[in-house]
């Protein structure tokens, strides 16, 4: 693992060389600033894992350049040790205050103390981020193909919606279902079925535009929106991708399986809800079955408006 770094901010030069080689002594990286101007010149996004500043940076009088680096993206989320004397006013816990406080003169036992406590707050809570950012992204993805869920499908087409109006450039949604998926799964049994999912799944993200999304909605469904694309150029992206899965076999243990997809297309309108969109591919998606196998078809009432 990396070794913590360390922002020391202090304009008594005693003080900087007796930490500053303390810290480094004790595994961290540290860079030093003598005045506040350089300490908020020093900082950037998640480059230093906490700050030691002296509450007397120059210019700034006492603890009012906890205040201003608050107030700052870069500081409003980093950990602030504040190095001061034991009659200035330290408020603990105060929004924009200081995180932890060790009065001069001090030992550097105990600012090295300050140091691991604060470096082990900011680790859990690096931790706790990553690990809700890992929970929030299992939530949206399917566990089978690694493809936007449900959920994340109807929060995409929702967003993609409201973003279009009659000036925008038209969007679109394509659900694909995976035809003859029960003689698939009849003769192969669920693995056979997972296999061909996933057959699909990976040459649907291969084949789309790479501006498209594709999510799986169910079992054999998939959705591929495709931003800024008329009605008519979806049907003809459509074609293509059935044309790519009729063309790559899945092999099996006793040969290989030719694989077909038949797809729906709706224009996105901002008069339709996600649900009610999902619903007319669905209609469209009908329309592709009752002519068989591997085919595109375009809800009919979003047609008339296009051709």
């Known amino acids: 693992m990396r070794k913590p770094r360390i922002l020391l901010g202090t304009s008594d030069e005693t003080y900087l060389k007796d930490v500053r080689?303390?810290?480094?002594?004790?595994?961290?990286?540290?860079?030093?600033?003598?005045?506040?101007?350089?300490?908020?010149?020093?900082?950037?996004?998640?480059?230093?894992?906490?700050?030691?500043?002296?509450?007397?940076?120059?210019?700034?009088?006492?603890?009012?350049?906890?205040d201003r680096l608050r107030t700052e993206p870069d500081g409003r989320d980093l950990y602030l040790i504040a190095l001061g004397v034991s009659d200035e006013e330290q408020p603990l816990g105060a929004p924009v205050g200081p995180d932890d406080c060790v009065d001069k003169p001090f030992e550097i036992a105990d600012l090295l103390a300050a140091v691991h406590i604060g470096v082990r707050i900011v680790t859990l809570q690096h931790e706790l981020d990553f690990a809700n950012h890992r929970i929030s992204t299992l939530a949206m993805t399917d566990t089978l193909t690694g493809l936007p869920n449900r959920q994340s499908i109807y929060d995409m087409l929702g967003t993609e919606i409201a973003r279009q109006d009659r000036e925008s450039p038209p969007s679109c949604l394509a659900l694909v279902d995976i035809d003859h998926m029960r003689e698939i799964n009849d003769a192969y049994d669920r693995a056979g079925g997972d296999l061909a999912v996933l057959r699909v799944a990976r040459t649907l993200r291969s084949t789309a535009r790479e501006a498209d999304t594709v999510g799986r909605l169910s079992g054999d469904k998939f959705t591929v929106v495709l931003y800024d694309c008329t009605p008519e150029d979806s049907v003809v992206a459509c074609d293509r991708l059935c044309e790519s899965i009729e063309h790559e076999p899945l092999v099996m243990p006793d040969g290989e399986v030719r694989l077909s997809v038949s797809c729906g297309?709706?224009?996105?309108?901002?008069?339709?809800?996600?649900?009610?969109?999902?619903?007319?591919?669905?209609?469209?998606?009908?329309?592709?079955?009752?002519?068989?196998?591997?085919?595109?078809?375009?809800?009919?009432?979003?047609?008339?408006?296009?051709?």
Do not use: C
């Not at 030691?52 to 210019?59: I, K, R």
């Not at 078809?297 to 008339?304: D, T």
């Open 265 to 307: 297309v709706v224009a996105l309108d901002p008069d339709f809800s996600a649900v009610e969109t999902l619903d007319a591919a669905r209609a469209a998606l009908h329309t592709a079955k009752a002519r068989g196998v591997n085919h595109v078809a375009l809800e009919a009432k979003f047609r008339e408006a296009w051709f």
């Open 21 to 66: 080689r303390a810290l480094q002594e004790a595994g961290y990286r540290v860079e030093a600033a003598l005045d506040s101007e350089t300490v908020m010149a020093s900082l950037e996004p998640r480059r230093y894992d906490l700050a030691v500043l002296d509450t007397n940076l120059g210019e700034i009088d006492g603890l009012s350049i906890f």
